[in-house]
């Protein structure tokens, strides 16, 4: 427990070694070092190493790549000059995801940061003349208004003007919050119409899956378009096919199952009709008589031979 406790005194910089004396001063004088340790490494060139959060988004010129607001760096803080007797300071960095550096400067004048060099700044702040917002008065136009009658009339005839001008559409937003003023209507039909949406979405659910199930399909259905429906309709089915099948159907249907001896008698006709016409005797132009005769013979057999 008491190593324990020296090591929690010594964590604490609250532990004083055995060697200290009074005449060393403080503890840190007697380890020579700072008490910002690290961060002051640069401090003899003027220079503190602060953590830093950037003010705006920015564009990095060394990656291209996007930074964004609030983003934090350990930054090189040092002074550059004076507004006055506001000291200007300058943040020096280097970008997490390349190895270029840039700097942001304070800007006490109009109280806001600059972009000095390696980086863009994003511009994202409402700009009052184009989105229609008041503008803030800077000290210039309020030292104008407080010092030239002349400006300061004709400053409050443009705010009329500019008042009767968007009179209808304040009177168009407060008509919208009167109708809309009862919380509980507006529940009311916010719930309506999600459980309308609701019972929509569980009854294509339930037509997919009885069209997949009538279907025997296992693959998911999706919704059909209008774009299917049109592709469906320009495909066209020949009906030569159809035909076919209902020829070959109903030979199908009248011829028996057991083989006849029609059928038989047929098929050996149609072999003795091939032989023929493949032997040579039929094919030469010059027969001997017993060679007609075994032709005619043949040809008895075949039930080919034409009556005259």
Not at 234 to 261: A, M
Request: with cysteine; aromatic share 6%.
């Amino acid at each position: 427990t008491r190593r324990g406790d020296m090591a929690d005194r010594k964590a604490q910089q609250k532990y004083y070694p055995k060697e200290w004396l009074p005449e060393h001063g403080s503890l840190n004088k007697f380890h020579g070092s700072h008490p910002l340790r690290e961060r002051a490494r640069k401090l003899h060139e003027g220079i503190m190493i602060i953590r830093f959060e950037l003010p705006f988004n920015i564009w990095c010129a060394g990656c291209g790549n996007h930074v964004g607001m609030g983003v934090r760096y350990n930054a090189e803080k040092f002074q550059v000059g004076k507004y006055y007797t506001t000291p200007i300071f300058r943040f020096r960095m280097k970008c997490h995801l390349c190895e270029n550096k840039f700097e942001i400067e304070t800007d006490p004048k109009n109280f806001d940061y600059v972009v000095v060099c390696g980086a863009s700044k994003q511009d994202n702040k409402p700009k009052p003349a184009t989105d229609e917002m008041l503008s803030i008065k800077d000290d210039s136009e309020a030292e104008r208004l407080s010092s030239d009658p002349m400006y300061r009339l004709e400053h409050g005839v443009k705010d009329v003007e500019k008042g009767k001008e968007a009179m209808p559409r304040i009177q168009q937003i407060q008509e919208l919050q009167e109708t809309k003023k009862d919380d509980f209507s507006l529940n009311q039909m916010l719930r309506k119409k999600l459980r309308n949406e609701k019972l929509a979405e569980a009854k294509v659910t339930e037509e997919k899956e009885s069209f997949a199930k009538r279907l025997k399909l296992s693959i998911p259905v999706v919704q059909e378009n209008s774009g299917d429906v049109q592709k469906a309709k320009k495909i066209k089915f020949s009906s030569q096919n159809k035909d076919n099948l209902k020829e070959k159907r109903q030979r199908l249907r009248v011829q028996s199952v057991l083989p006849s001896s029609t059928d038989q008698k047929r098929t050996d006709i149609m072999k003795l009709k091939q032989k023929l016409h493949k032997s040579i005797f039929l094919k030469s132009s010059t027969q001997t008589t017993s060679g007609s005769l075994k032709s005619d013979d043949l040809k008895k057999k075949l039930g080919i031979i034409t009556h005259k």
